[in-house]
């Protein structure tokens, strides 16, 4: 078994997920809302697999994406937020035109106290970044994720933001290769909620946001990071499938963690 074996394996685990809310019980907005949140998040990582494997459906699945987070912030208001960051960082990896009108619309509702609790600043952080709005506020939740939950703000997180406030390039280009390079070391770490099942293993969401929001205010650094594609290990993400195959098997993966990209051989 070979890295692009379990790259097919979670494509295939992910467009089976994708259709959970066939039908969904009528319970509340809410129950409703995060049965479509589901849906879009496996069509979302089967997007980021398909991209690695350079599988022609890749588009298709993104849009699918795209349509259950659409459907989610239809039907709950008090999610709308989170669902926008959602589409953000699907049309960035995209790289649809969409982006910056949806970092907009982040920008107008990043202040709405009605809205539920995000999953994470990060992305609220780049999109407000991305169309050159104050993230002030938002700076001491971000530090406090990246202390307390590394897997998703990489170590470095907060100073690379400063960076890009600073217009240092210099500093910023040294930042996100300093994530990128721990980023690489968690994803092939089975102790680290990246590493087993997660379509983060191959992108670095951070390096994305950070690199897309310096693009659009005049940095664009993306050719001059040094670990922006590095060789990982790839870990098996249903041990209970492959019974024969030791749960710590590693499979190692060459992976351009900006574009999900793998180069298979």
Same mark, same amino acid.
């Given at each position: 078994?070979? #890295?692009?074996?379990?790259?097919?394996?979670?494509?295939?685990?992910?467009?089976?997920?994708?259709?959970?809310?066939?039908?969904?019980?009528?319970?509340?907005?809410?129950?409703?809302?995060?049965?479509? !949140?589901? +849906?879009? *998040?496996?069509?979302?990582? #089967?997007?980021?697999? #398909?991209?690695?494997?350079?599988?022609? *459906?890749?588009?298709?699945?993104?849009?699918?994406?795209?349509?259950?987070? !659409?459907?989610?912030?239809?039907?709950?208001?008090?999610?709308?937020?989170?669902?926008?960051?959602?589409?953000?960082?699907? #049309?960035?990896?995209?790289?649809?035109?969409?982006?910056? @009108?949806? $970092?907009?619309?982040? =920008?107008?509702? $990043?202040? @709405?106290?009605?809205?539920?609790? &995000?999953?994470?600043?990060?992305? &609220?952080?780049?999109?407000?970044?991305?169309?050159?709005?104050?993230?002030?506020?938002?700076?001491?939740?971000? +530090?406090?994720?990246?202390?307390?939950?590394?897997?998703?703000?990489?170590?470095? =997180?907060?100073?690379?933001?400063?960076?890009?406030?600073?217009?240092?390039?210099?500093?910023?280009?040294?930042?996100?290769?300093?994530?990128?390079?721990?980023?690489? /070391?968690?994803?092939?770490? &089975?102790?680290?909620?990246?590493?087993?099942?997660?379509?983060?293993?191959?992108?670095?969401?951070?390096?994305?946001?950070?690199?897309?929001? $310096?693009? !659009?205010?005049?940095?664009?650094? /993306?050719?001059?990071? *040094? /670990?922006?594609? !590095?060789?990982? *290990?790839?870990?098996?993400?249903?041990?209970?499938?492959?019974?024969?195959?030791?749960?710590?098997?590693?499979?190692? &993966?060459?992976?351009?963690?900006?574009?999900?990209?793998?180069?298979?051989?």
């Amino acid at each position: 078994m070979k #890295a692009v074996n379990e790259l097919r394996c979670r494509l295939k685990r992910e467009l089976s997920l994708a259709q959970i809310d066939s039908e969904i019980a009528d319970i509340s907005t809410k129950h409703t809302a995060t049965c479509h !949140q589901i +849906a879009a *998040n496996s069509w979302f990582s #089967a997007f980021v697999y #398909a991209k690695s494997l350079n599988d022609d *459906n890749a588009l298709l699945y993104s849009q699918r994406a795209d349509e259950y987070y !659409q459907k989610a912030y239809d039907v709950h208001p008090p999610g709308q937020l989170y669902n926008l960051t959602q589409l953000y960082i699907n #049309a960035v990896l995209r790289g649809d035109d969409t982006r910056l @009108d949806l $970092a907009k619309h982040i =920008s107008i509702m $990043a202040y @709405d106290k009605t809205q539920d609790e &995000l999953h994470s600043v990060l992305t &609220l952080v780049g999109a407000l970044l991305s169309v050159n709005q104050s993230v002030e506020n938002f700076l001491p939740q971000l +530090a406090n994720e990246e202390k307390h939950k590394s897997d998703i703000v990489p170590f470095g =997180s907060t100073d690379a933001v400063k960076a890009i406030l600073s217009n240092d390039e210099p500093a910023l280009i040294n930042s996100v290769d300093e994530l990128l390079a721990i980023h690489a /070391k968690r994803a092939g770490n &089975l102790r680290s909620s990246i590493s087993i099942g997660s379509s983060n293993t191959v992108i670095c969401r951070m390096a994305i946001l950070l690199c897309e929001a $310096a693009q !659009q205010r005049g940095m664009d650094i /993306k050719e001059k990071l *040094n /670990k922006r594609r !590095q060789k990982m *290990n790839l870990r098996l993400c249903s041990p209970a499938e492959f019974p024969d195959i030791k749960e710590t098997i590693k499979f190692p &993966l060459e992976v351009d963690f900006l574009t999900g990209q793998a180069f298979l051989k």
